[in-house]
């Protein structure tokens, strides 16, 4: 049998192939994010096991899968997987819901302090400050204190309500969204639930946590986003398209709400000539939530071990 990386975002994958030479299988990795089907499907028609991060799997791809038993995805989200696909075509599907929850859940939790406390906006007008040889940072305020603020989770699934228990402690009143979740576990997280709009309205800061899916496809628009406070920040570490880019970069520009932390976009890279330009009040990072050694670790150990079971 033979296992087949279409791409991956670590150093190296010298520990998985290593697993896999041991338990009799051959093993094979490429770079093939943004490459074209046909490119794609040329390294991976002999796959038995396909490990996919980022490569796009629609149904195309999947009807000319002939020998793939089993499709891994690298990852929470499973929106560049069609699923309903892979079951027509006689092909289990499986993902790694938990091995970075805690990874994601500090990193929104990073981004909520970084704005508050406006720590990446600092460092350049201390840099701007000591290059006049002034000692002035009035460009920096106003800045508020967080204890007695409002913050708005919405989606409180494996992530979201892991940042509800790390931040229930600092003091700020936490209000959340998420219709689907049941009345037993409302009851066990003890968490105020409120509708999407009234937390748009209510919330001081909001950190989206909902899987993507054409429901929650831009949840963030210029009309959820014309419902937030002037001096509210968006944090965003769930997938790209659940912000609308464009219409949160108009918002910031015109300053209808104070600032913005973002981790995922639509497109990735980053474009150098993205929406974003021209938005101060903005704090990106590269689609990091999820990395940490431990993540790392885990992740590989999971997937290792799905194939393993596969085998059997």
Request: charged content about 25%.
């Amino acid at each position: 049998m033979k296992v087949v990386v279409t791409d991956y975002i670590e150093d190296n994958l010298n520990w998985e192939a290593e697993q896999c030479r041991k338990a009799g299988l051959d093993f094979a990795a490429y770079q093939l994010k943004f490459k074209p089907e046909s490119e794609v499907l040329a390294h991976i028609a002999d796959a038995d096991i396909i490990v996919v991060n980022m490569v796009k799997f629609d149904a195309s791809l999947i009807s000319k899968l002939k020998r793939c038993k089993l499709l891994i995805r690298h990852g929470i989200g499973y929106d560049n997987v069609d699923v309903d696909a892979c079951t027509r075509h006689g092909i289990q599907f499986a993902y790694q819901p938990d091995y970075c929850k805690e990874d994601v859940a500090e990193h929104a939790i990073a981004l909520i302090f970084a704005c508050a406390r406006k720590v990446v906006w600092s460092r350049r007008i201390l840099d701007e400050s000591s290059a006049r040889g002034q000692w002035d940072f009035g460009g920096l305020f106003p800045m508020y204190r967080m204890d007695g603020k409002t913050l708005g989770i919405v989606g409180v699934g494996r992530i979201g309500s892991r940042v509800y228990r790390k931040m229930k402690h600092f003091g700020m009143k936490i209000i959340a969204s998420d219709p689907y979740l049941s009345e037993t576990r409302r009851a066990e997280l003890g968490l105020e639930f409120t509708d999407r709009k009234t937390l748009f309205q209510t919330a001081d800061f909001i950190t989206i946590h909902t899987p993507l899916n054409p429901e929650t496809r831009h949840l963030v628009n210029a009309e959820t986003l014309g419902w937030m406070k002037p001096t509210a920040y968006l944090v965003n570490t769930s997938r790209g398209p659940m912000v609308d880019a464009e219409a949160l970069a108009q918002a910031l520009r015109e300053k209808r709400i104070a600032g913005a932390a973002i981790d995922v976009f639509d497109q990735e890279p980053l474009p150098a000539a993205e929406h974003f330009v021209g938005c101060p009040n903005l704090l990106l990072t590269p689609h990091v939530a999820g990395v940490t050694t431990e993540s790392n670790e885990r992740v590989s150990f999971l997937i290792v071990d799905k194939v393993i079971e596969a085998l059997a």
